[in-house]
């Protein structure tokens, strides 16, 4: 099911470049399949796609600043960035405050930017999702995953690690601590493989359930599942970026005296 | 696009029916009777568990396992809709605040729905 043909497959070099990775990196684990290169080609494509968009998009930035301020008429695509940057703000601040919202609001917002067009263009004919193997989204989680300890660590030093060992920290509570390490540590390390797999088993089984029903009737039976479809990638982009918010602030709240 | 606007409202609705009317003759082929193998090759009476044998308990598994996680996965997601529901009843401006909570625990139940989708598919094909 997920071999069918892309726009890819136009490009002159793409047999051979097929051929070279299936040689170079075997079957894939997953299902002892051949390894699919459509994915990886659309999660640049998808890239290009952003960087285009955005330099198109802010060329009245380079103009001058009081222009800059000034917002446009209608739904353009600055507008659409200035629309996106306001709500991933509006999702940080009640969690982090400004300042550490502005300090993220790269992170987060390039991990919902690529997440979003990458579903997206899963939904016009003749690509395939890039997010709809697990390659691609566990490569975002374990970003997060690592973005998680390293800016708790720089926030709190190494007394960060003794949010790990629960809520009593006296040598009479030693075996409380030691249960709650190994919880805590099964906890953190579900986190990455529960938003990597949330939204690679949206984004296949909404790629399959649209091919499924074009092999029965092509013309207009998929559109509902369509429309479906850009519900879902709204809403799991939504739900990437605010999980990651909520394990960020975790790791970097102060809260505790 | 300019000559689908000259044509009138009737006339594309009569292309519509006729296309997918013609591309539902597909449905009505003759379907090839199978012949049954099944119960030939998953007979181990001779002691050994054969891996026919072994398909059909993994892939009955995998079928029990997502019948439960989507029924059960349902039952959630439908007391999340029914809370939520009777909150903007009770206050219908605040639809606007219910609604985000809504859709992120309707995503969260649905993903647990979604991890046994993965196993079964993973089992469904490495049988």
Known sequence: MPDHSTWFHFLPFYTSLLESAREKLGLSWYKGEQIEIAHVLGYAFVVLLIIFMAAFALRKYRQSVDEALIPEKKFTLANFFEMFTEMIIGLMEPMMGRTAALYFLPLIGTVGIVILFSNLIGLVPGFAPPTSTWNTTVAMAVVIFFATHIYGVKKHGIAYFKHFLGPVIKWYALPLMLIMLVIEIIGHLARPLSLSVRLMGNMFADHLVVATFAILVPLFLPLPVMLLGVLVCVVQTLVFCLLSIIYISLAIEEGEH | ?127
């Not at chain 2, 606007?96 to 729905?113: M, R, Y």
Request: proline letters at 2%.
């Open chain 2, 1 to 127: 696009m300019k000559l689908i606007r000259q044509l009138s409202t009737r006339s594309l609705c009569v292309i519509y029916l006729a296309a997918v009317l013609g591309s539902s003759v597909f449905m009505f082929t003759p379907a090839s009777f199978a012949e049954d193998h099944g119960a030939a090759v998953t007979d181990d009476s001779d002691g050994s568990f054969n891996e026919a044998k072994k398909a059909a308990y993994v892939l009955m598994g995998a079928a029990f396992a997502l019948a439960i996680a989507a029924s059960v996965g349902a039952i959630g997601q439908s007391r999340a809709a029914s809370a939520a529901l009777e909150g903007i009843a009770r206050n219908p401006e605040a639809a606007g605040k219910i609604f985000t909570p809504l859709i992120l625990s309707l995503a969260l139940i649905e993903s647990l729905v979604i991890y046994v989708l993965i196993i079964a598919f993973v089992w469904m094909t490495k049988v």
